[in-house]
């Protein structure tokens, strides 16, 4: 399933491929969000053409309420209803669970939800997510976990992780009792927790590791802690994992922080950020990152990078981008989305060669910083 090629000396970045039965990932990846089956503001035609992307991320708590599993399965799977004929990964609904925290209960059994559209009251357990993602028909699932909120007690922390671990237990046998639905092999990645508390970090690492996930996630980081918290706890994850499988860092984030997380170690990100944000007029560029609403952009009739390979920096007069935005045309949000997540997977491919030149060390935390300024 993965194959390391190479771990740079002076990091912990690493050159990877992870190889399903819809296609080949190389790692470094980011993986854009279709949380309801699409990636909002994006076609299928252009996240393979244009923005290059290898794989992309379905919810399993949004899909499992809309359009249901019975849709999805009358269509042949996620991928045969969305016409996605490369990889997809289905997370597992913890976190939009963590998120509804007012109106869910934890037990051991699982986690009673009530839904966000009409209030129906809803129970995943280890086994029944597994069970929906079976049906969903992705390549990669994840395991139900529980996600802290930070801050947080040692005690609740502790307790959540304990509570994660049976989980955990219960949802991977309940994977290898069952069979994939579509006839592709399907894998299975656990969750590292412990909030932010060293010994609970290595605990979980340790137990995840043991119980031989075909990869493993880093969860309950990006919740609000400081980004040099979320750093540290990733660098001493990624110390007692298997070298030889997949490392995924949940939920992160904006261009700096994946080049950070990479020299830690981390193989594969996915987040709503670069489509959120460029629905709100962010655009990320290799100089830093600009609001296209701002009116300094009012009169810049240039394109903003006349070398980047996407349509809105190397094409499109900024002045265009900024009365599209500031009139509520779809056509803005549509240009700025494919142009950020082609801005991602561009990062991604300039990461590969530094890796493999030997650069990677010298170049990334200059990178960041600039990526990490605003124009």
């Not at 930070?150 to 049976?166: A, N």
């Not at 997380?261 to 950020?273: K, P, S, T």
């Not at 801005?343 to 990526?371: G, N, P, Q, S």
Request: with cysteine.
């Amino acid at each position: 399933m993965f194959e390391l090629h190479k771990t740079a000396d002076s990091t912990k970045a690493r050159l990877g491929t992870l190889t399903t039965d819809h296609g080949k990932i190389e790692t470094p990846i980011f993986m854009p969000v279709g949380t309801l089956g699409t990636v909002k503001a994006v076609k299928q035609d252009e996240l393979l053409e244009k923005v290059k992307a290898q794989i992309i991320l379905g919810n399993t708590y949004h899909l499992y309420l809309r359009p249901g599993c019975d849709i999805i399965e009358s269509a042949g799977g996620l991928h045969s209803f969305i016409e996605w004929d490369q990889p997809i990964l289905t997370d597992s609904g913890g976190y939009q669970i963590f998120s509804l925290s007012d109106n869910r209960e934890l037990s051991e059994e699982g986690a009673e939800f009530q839904s966000h559209i009409d209030g129906s009251k809803h129970m995943f357990t280890p086994e029944n997510v597994v069970d929906i993602q079976r049906t969903l028909g992705s390549d990669i699932m994840m395991i139900l976990d529980e996600c802290p909120p930070y801050p947080c007690s040692y005690e609740y922390s502790k307790e959540s992780m304990e509570l994660t671990h049976r989980w955990e237990k219960r949802g991977r046998d309940a994977f290898l009792n069952t069979e994939p639905k579509y006839g592709h092999q399907q894998f299975q990645f656990g969750i590292v927790q412990g909030g932010t508390f060293e010994d609970l970090r290595i605990e979980s690492a340790k137990y995840i590791t043991d119980l031989d996930f075909e990869g493993i996630a880093i969860g309950g980081l990006s919740v609000g802690e400081p980004t040099d918290l979320m750093y540290e706890m990733t660098d001493l994850n990624t110390d007692y994992l298997p070298e030889e499988k997949p490392r995924y860092l949940m939920g992160v984030g904006k261009p700096a922080n994946l080049l950070h997380a990479i020299a830690r170690g981390v193989d594969m990100f996915d987040c709503v950020l670069p489509t959120r944000n460029a629905r709100n007029g962010q655009i990320f560029t290799q100089n830093g990152y600009i609001n296209i609403r701002n009116a300094k952009w009012k009169n810049h009739h240039k394109p903003l990078d006349p070398n980047f390979p996407t349509d809105i920096c190397s094409k499109y007069k900024m002045s265009y981008i900024h009365h599209l935005f500031r009139n509520n045309e779809l056509l803005g949000l549509q240009l700025s989305s494919l142009h950020n997540l082609t801005f991602y997977l561009w990062l991604m491919e300039e990461v590969k060669e530094r890796i493999a030149e030997d650069t990677f060390h010298d170049w990334y935390k200059e990178k960041a910083e600039i990526l990490d300024t605003k124009i």
